[in-house]
């Protein structure tokens, strides 16, 4: 698209895409196409809003008033679910439903976005898929080695009971 189209003059139902880099805004419309249209219509705008662990997050703003967090490479796999999440959210109250690390919701401005820890997303993905997240495994593997390398609490000599 050479020019932008006056938001006036936008069909009822257009998605607003909020950003202008070609590969992602293809990569985006891929993955939207597998997505059921009962969602699809439900998005207003997308915006990209990249973490530092996820450079292609996107914030998705429903016309519901709710907004989910997706990286556009995995919004054909997590965005069916959100009509059945949508259902669990209270009506009228806007929510923030979280599909970067899992997928998990919360009320819009009860938890900082910008400030979950790494932590809380791991836990969520763990909790998710029942599988410890990479990072998780590097933590367990770490330890193990630590313990493996401290020495074991053995008297040599058991029998040396002089010096008490």
Same mark, same amino acid.
């Given at each position: 698209?050479?020019?932008?189209?006056?938001?006036?003059?936008?069909?009822?139902?257009?998605? @607003?895409?909020?950003?202008?880099?070609?590969?992602?805004?293809? /990569?985006?419309?891929?993955?939207? =196409?597998?997505?059921?249209?009962?969602?699809?219509?439900?998005?207003?705008?997308?915006?990209?809003?990249?973490?530092?662990? +996820?450079?292609?997050?996107? +914030?998705?703003?429903?016309?519901?008033?709710?907004?989910?967090?997706?990286?556009?490479?995995?919004?054909?796999?997590?965005?069916?679910?959100?009509?059945?999440?949508?259902?669990?959210?209270?009506?009228?109250?806007?929510?923030?439903?979280?599909?970067?690390?899992?997928?998990? *919701?919360?009320? /819009?401005?009860?938890?900082? =976005? @910008?400030? *979950?820890?790494? =932590?809380?997303?791991?836990?969520?993905?763990?909790?998710?898929?029942?599988?410890?997240?990479?990072?998780?495994?590097?933590?367990?593997?770490?330890?193990?080695?630590?313990? @493996?390398?401290?020495?074991?609490?053995?008297? /040599?000599?058991?029998?040396? +009971?002089?010096?008490?």
């Amino acid at each position: 698209i050479s020019e932008p189209t006056a938001a006036d003059s936008m069909p009822e139902t257009h998605i @607003s895409i909020e950003f202008s880099d070609k590969k992602l805004i293809k /990569e985006f419309a891929l993955q939207i =196409e597998k997505v059921p249209a009962s969602v699809k219509k439900n998005i207003k705008t997308v915006q990209l809003t990249p973490s530092k662990v +996820t450079p292609d997050l996107v +914030t998705l703003t429903m016309h519901d008033g709710n907004k989910i967090l997706v990286p556009i490479s995995h919004i054909a796999k997590k965005l069916p679910y959100y009509k059945g999440i949508q259902s669990q959210l209270e009506e009228g109250v806007p929510s923030v439903v979280d599909m970067e690390a899992g997928i998990f *919701s919360y009320v /819009e401005g009860a938890q900082n =976005e @910008s400030s *979950s820890s790494d =932590e809380e997303k791991q836990k969520a993905e763990e909790e998710a898929t029942g599988q410890p997240t990479e990072q998780a495994a590097e933590q367990v593997t770490e330890s193990q080695e630590q313990e @493996s390398a401290e020495p074991q609490n053995s008297t /040599e000599n058991p029998g040396n +009971t002089e010096n008490r």
